[in-house]
Nanobody, 117 residues
Framework: QVQLVESGGGLVQAGGSPRLSCAAD????????MGWYRQAPGKQRDMVAT???????NYADSVKGRFTISRDNAKNTVYLQMNSLKAEDTSLYYC???????????WGQGTQVTVSS
């Protein structure tokens, strides 16, 4: 079973710049795509940013220009640098990994980010 462990969340002031980390229990070259999703109470889980095995990135329109996803292959870790946080960024952030072949999806346990104004 794949384990993805998120960290870096917490209470942040509006305009702050926290960085989320997602550490995998194996080489992240095991996955075709990795990404960050978020889910606020009562809402669906939405894609925030994704990064492919070869480094191609994709962002939700709401975070373009503010968030940056990156990967450190040597540390088996994917990051989400969040800048200029807004109240609407408050959510539970999940790390996601999709394998090759059957494209099975794996999820971390989530890390809460709460933005205070």
């Amino acid at each position: 079973q794949v384990q993805l462990v998120e960290s870096g969340g917490g209470l942040v002031q509006a305009g702050g710049s926290p960085r989320l980390s997602c550490a995998a229990d194996r080489t992240i070259f095991s996955f075709n795509v990795m990404g960050w999703y978020r889910q606020a109470p009562g809402k669906q889980r939405d894609m925030v940013a994704t990064i492919t095995h070869d480094g191609s990135t994709n962002y939700a329109d709401s975070v373009k220009g503010r968030f940056t996803i990156s990967r450190d292959n040597a540390k088996n870790t994917v990051y989400l640098q969040m800048n200029s946080l807004k109240a609407e960024d408050t959510s539970l952030y999940y790390c996601n990994a999709i394998g090759y072949g059957l494209q099975r999806a794996y999820w971390g346990q989530g890390t809460q980010v709460t933005v205070s104004s």
